[in-house]
């Protein structure tokens, strides 16, 4: 089945450590995304990558960093820099111009 | 600057129409998305719209205008299960790129 998967669903972690979440597509998509969703808020864009090897900044990256070495993975690493890294992560990938974006399940990060 | 404005709370009866408007200002318009978000899930595509006019998908049906900055979705023959969060998103093309901005979302709660 084609889809985008992120692991895992819930993530603890104690403050001051950083945390990576996975997201892999077998879509073919070339553009990944990762957004930030804080309750009763809509999706705030943190990087974005349009091809392998390249990613940009959206509008809130500090404390955030991206890779994006393999077409299907785009793993997101919250750093010990953010200062309210609690909040529910959403990965993202569209196949081109004209299309929509598919999300996958996200994944819901709790630091204490 | 890019803005998106929606109400944040509607309420319909079972059964009922209900519109849900979406207000927007951006420079480098290139689409008008609609999504679905139930609680503690990812959004899933609505409708998209490139061209002014009205786009029909079933009980869902979205209209736009380009030069207004407007757009709104509308629901008909309601069902308990719409009751979920409704997003609006412009994607925006200014620097080259493809880059998704989301409005708050607009909390439906449809009432038996």
């Known amino acids: 089945d084609g889809g985008i998967t992120q692991s895992p669903k819930y993530l603890f972690r104690k403050e001051g450590q950083n945390v990576t979440l996975s997201c892999e597509q077998n879509?073919?998509?070339?553009?990944m995304y990762w957004y930030r969703q804080d309750p009763g808020q809509g999706l705030r864009l943190i990087y974005y990558?349009?091809?392998?090897?390249?990613?940009q900044k959206g509008d809130i990256a500090e404390g955030y960093s991206v890779s994006r070495e393999k077409k299907e993975s785009f793993p997101l690493t919250v750093t010990s820099a953010q200062k309210n890294p609690t909040a529910f992560y959403l990965c993202?990938?569209?196949?081109?111009?004209?299309?929509?974006?598919?999300f996958g399940p996200g994944t819901r990060l709790t630091v204490t | 600057g890019q803005n998106i404005d929606q109400p944040t709370e509607m309420t319909a009866t079972e059964g009922a129409i209900v519109q849900i408007n979406c207000t927007y200002q951006?420079?480098?318009?290139?689409?008008l998305f609609w999504y679905q978000q139930h609680a503690g899930e990812a959004p899933t595509f609505l409708s998209y719209?490139?061209?002014?006019g009205l786009e029909e998908k079933g009980r869902f049906s979205s209209f736009l205008s380009r030069s207004k900055g407007y757009s709104y979705l509308l629901l008909k023959e309601l069902q308990m299960k719409d009751s979920a969060s409704y997003l609006c998103?412009?994607?925006?093309?200014?620097?080259?790129?493809?880059?998704?901005?989301f409005g708050t979302g607009t909390r439906l709660k449809v009432l038996a």
């Open positions: 998103a412009v994607r925006d093309s200014t620097s080259g790129t493809y880059k998704y901005i």
């Open positions: 990558s349009q091809i392998v090897n390249d990613f």
């Open positions: 951006t420079s480098g318009f290139n689409g």
């Open positions: 879509l073919n998509h070339d553009a």
């Open positions: 993202a990938s569209m196949a081109g111009a004209g299309d929509e974006q598919y």
């Open positions: 719209n490139v061209l002014d």
